[in-house]
């Protein structure tokens, strides 16, 4: 499959030249982070990003990936419907008959990418119905690189650690001061470091290090303070006192982590503690009490 991409790139090639670049490509959930902790069947958004060691070119003409999720099978990626990538779809650049999105065999995505039009092909009855759009230059230039592609995978109902991996990556560069007089010349880039994606099951998706929890009284009440969990997320906190649970109730974070609430008491004497139940975080909070 993977010649419907590379035949574009090779017969944009004069001599081919040996190419000192080389790419490096990385998955990662949408943050740019390479471990993420998330609940059993929850949905995990990733990326796949790709950077040139070198500007001694003009940029991608061609990428292809391979992505075999351990934790079960993937679904196809999104296709680009955004420069400078949509220039690397079919009908605009050439991808493998089922998109660029990749093939699902067995499970795995299959060729993920494609090219651009380095070979100027244009619209005509004798001419192939494809590619026909025109060529980017300095496409996953260093060091920002380009966000090649997107796609949606769903965690399995079984805690434990799960990789998303990229495998049999190919790369073509537009060779460096190629104009597209006739056609864009590309060389070969060779594959550099490849991260791929750890996603833990079950491991406290929603409890996030560095979190912190803090009771006090004020008046009769006792105010819970929740700092640095999950955005948006829904949690259980717990009120006991001599040890023994009084209330539970539902609060959700705010869209910085963030969540305040008030248990009513009216009591002076028992040792109180707040504890948020997924994470089995737990504090005490103290109170002077009046005769």
Do not use: H
């Not at 009440?221 to 829904?234: C, F, G, L, P, S």
Request: hydrophobic share 35%; glycine share 12%; net charge negative.
């Amino acid at each position: 499959m993977k010649k419907a991409i590379v035949t574009v790139a090779v017969l944009a090639m004069a001599v081919s030249v040996a190419s000192a670049t080389d790419i490096d490509v990385r998955v990662t959930d949408m943050d740019g982070n390479a471990q993420v902790n998330v609940d059993p069947g929850a949905t995990v958004d990733y990326k796949v990003t790709a950077v040139l060691s070198d500007q001694e070119n003009e940029g991608l003409a061609a990428i292809g990936i391979d992505l075999v999720f351990s934790g079960g099978d993937l679904e196809q990626a999104n296709t680009p419907d955004v420069d400078p990538m949509k220039n690397f779809v079919r009908n605009a650049g050439i991808t493998n008959p089922d998109g660029y999105g990749g093939t699902i065999i067995d499970g795995d995505l299959i060729q993920i990418g494609g090219g651009q039009n380095t070979i100027k092909n244009f619209e005509d009855p004798n001419n192939p119905e494809f590619p026909i759009g025109a060529v980017i230059i300095q496409v996953a230039w260093p060091p920002d690189g380009q966000v090649i592609v997107t796609g949606s995978l769903t965690a399995p109902q079984e805690g434990g650690e799960y990789t998303l991996e990229i495998g049999d990556l190919f790369a073509n560069v537009i060779r460096k001061g190629e104009t597209g007089i006739d056609f864009w010349r590309t060389d070969p880039a060779d594959p550099g470091s490849i991260d791929d994606l750890t996603i833990i099951v079950g491991g406290g998706g929603i409890c996030p290090d560095n979190r912190k929890i803090k009771g006090k009284f004020k008046g009769n009440d006792i105010k819970v303070t929740m700092r640095k969990y999950a955005d948006n997320q829904e949690y259980t906190l717990q009120l006991f006192a001599d040890g023994q649970p009084v209330t539970t109730e539902q609060v959700t974070t705010n869209k910085r982590g963030k969540v305040k609430f008030w248990f009513e008491d009216n009591q002076c004497g028992p040792v109180y503690e707040v504890g948020v139940e997924q994470c089995e975080d737990k504090v005490n909070v103290k109170r002077k009490c009046k005769e």
